[in-house]
């Protein structure tokens, strides 16, 4: 019994140091292949990879690999967001086939509006026009069916300008970062002002980060039992607003600590950002700067989508990382 | 370089498969061990490894690792929770140090009663007493603050009548049950009518189950910036209230899948396991009933703490797993 406990325990350090050296041997191959291949060689590319390489490393700024969550925004950070955030054109879809079941809900301006392709009396009508248009056309139904309705949509519904599916608009040197850090041990999560059920509908297929790793802004839902059966339906009342000083708000709600690493494109981020530099520790703050308007759009201080203008100003001073398309992306869409 | 990379590739797969067959060898000499060892012999044992092993093999019942999702309750599911909630002690305490402080806050009658330890008289002002108290205890700090406080007080603190600290409370058989899930893929969450803060101060350690994978009760936070230093402050404004028909609402909020697998105590558990038993697929729903007035407490049907009635009604109708302390449990509390 001893002696075969102790070929046992023989055995399995073998086995554990067999399976080390191959790890260490992997690694040593993935270190010669460029993790960021998409990202041009400069400053925010540097200041990534040295940041990553701190906090892995034994030494003063090492972090344990469960405190190691980094926070992006989704909107214009990890995917594109003009002319208007994509979950507007999904609203807009929505709006027009409920109007052609019951076209009475015309008589909402923000429908009609919506029915008529016309974004410009939409945003006239202010967030209380789109809200009223979120509440009707994302509510009244389980969570689930809502998912694959978004699902449905996302998989045929193209971008006016860039002529492609909207999971094809997300940014390949993002897809890129959100692989190098897991695989440097860090859990990746969204912090998005747009609706949690719209982006827990692509999060995992599009970045890989699973529906409990998305934060968003949210509905409440009820909980119904019907013989038996218990389901929730979203109703047209809001839960919570995931935009400025809501996403630490949120970040603390649904985490419960404070990120080392956050990434975000507007002055949406900036409470996410302060948040995240205030911590104690090494830290990185990283702002997209949407700065290619061939490949992609140009906007920042006047956009009124994605305004990008005091947390600009605050990076400059905190010596943050300012991402621009331009300069520092080899490409900017995935690749398909 | 062709070769050369054919080369490391055949080497690749070599190491992959070397890496594989450590991985069975290690898996096989696992199966050899009972992972559950404090778990009695008997159908609630086989409940529980039968659903494993049939949502882990490839078949009618698989569920992908994604998907394994289990969720348990805290109060009376993970640790005791008589004679009042642990979390109820902890505010008394902090109760009797904010009146030693400023004897006016003693006008407040919670608080009044929590000073002079009188449990009767606070009860007797119910949910509004307890809602006085924990909003005077649990505000006013940042969350960070707050749980160091909570940390401080679990690691000295003692239950009055099993004199042990209330970390040792936590019962053995479900530390083994947490372990056994994530050794087959299974992601871990708390669905707590405790507060979600208090719940993570010790969520890690005790059970192994990080902060981003516990739900609770909340209160709203402000986020406040100072000098460039941002941070959260606890109100004492309730948030979310994590019980009954808020505990699947809340799953949903945080984890936006339906679990397959459910386990709690007490009717405040039943929507959360009737939200689950709704799901397509295969499915396990477990309640313990506290029926152990030697090792534990004895109480269902008519205790004031973690009341067990509908629900009991409703798990032996739908023959969900009903886990007898006295019977199906070896030992109660975790070993030291």
Redesign the interface.
């Known amino acids: 019994m001893v002696s075969a406990m102790r070929y046992?325990l023989r055995a399995?350090l073998t086995?554990t140091a067999?399976?080390g050296f191959?790890l260490l041997?992997?690694a040593a191959?993935a270190q010669v292949a460029d993790p960021l291949p998409s990202w041009n060689e400069g400053p925010a590319k540097q200041a990534i990879t040295s940041f990553v390489a701190r906090v892995v490393q034994p030494g003063p700024d090492y972090v344990a690999p469960?405190d190691r969550?980094a926070v992006f925004d989704n909107d214009g950070t990890l995917w594109a967001e003009q002319p208007v955030y994509f979950q507007a054109f999904f609203a807009i879809d929505r709006a027009k086939g409920l109007v052609a079941r019951d076209p009475k809900l015309a008589a909402l301006a923000a429908v009609k509006a919506a029915a008529d392709d016309d974004l410009q009396a939409l945003s006239a009508l202010g967030e209380h026009g789109i809200a009223e248009l979120v509440a009707l056309t994302h509510s009244g139904m389980t969570?689930e069916a809502f998912i694959a309705e978004a699902r449905r949509w996302l998989a045929s519904a193209r971008h006016p300008r860039l002529d492609r599916l909207f999971t094809d608009l997300t940014y390949q040197p993002q897809l890129e970062l959100l692989g190098f850090l897991r695989a440097n041990g860090f859990?990746t999560f969204i912090v998005s002002g747009g609706g949690?059920?719209f982006v827990?509908a692509f999060s995992?297929s599009a970045y890989g980060i699973?529906?409990?790793?998305?934060i968003g802004s949210?509905s409440?839902?009820?909980?119904e039992?019907e013989g038996?059966?218990?389901?929730?339906i979203k109703l047209a009342e809001i839960?919570a607003i995931d935009d400025r000083?809501g996403k630490?708000?949120n970040i603390?709600?649904?985490?419960?600590?404070r990120p080392v690493l956050a990434v975000g494109n507007s002055d949406g981020d900036l409470?996410m950002l302060?948040?995240t530099?205030?911590g104690q520790g090494p830290r990185l703050m990283v702002l997209i700067h949407h700065d290619d308007a061939e490949r992609e759009y140009a906007y920042d201080r006047n956009s009124r989508v994605g305004r990008l203008d005091a947390a600009l100003d605050e990076a400059e001073e905190?010596g943050w990382t300012v991402v621009s398309i331009k300069r520092d992306w080899r490409v900017v869409f995935r690749a398909n």
Chains 1, 2 share one sequence.
């Not at 699973?210 to 998305?214: D, F, G, I, L």
């Not at 409440?220 to 909980?223: C, D, G, L, N, S």
């Not at 038996?228 to 929730?232: C, I, K, N, P, V």
């Open positions: 046992r399995g086995a067999v399976a191959l041997a992997s191959n469960a969550i969570p859990k949690i059920d827990r995992e699973p529906p409990e790793q998305v949210s409440k839902t009820r909980f039992l038996g059966a218990a389901r929730l839960g000083e630490p708000v603390n709600l649904h985490i419960g600590r409470a302060q948040y530099a205030s905190r």
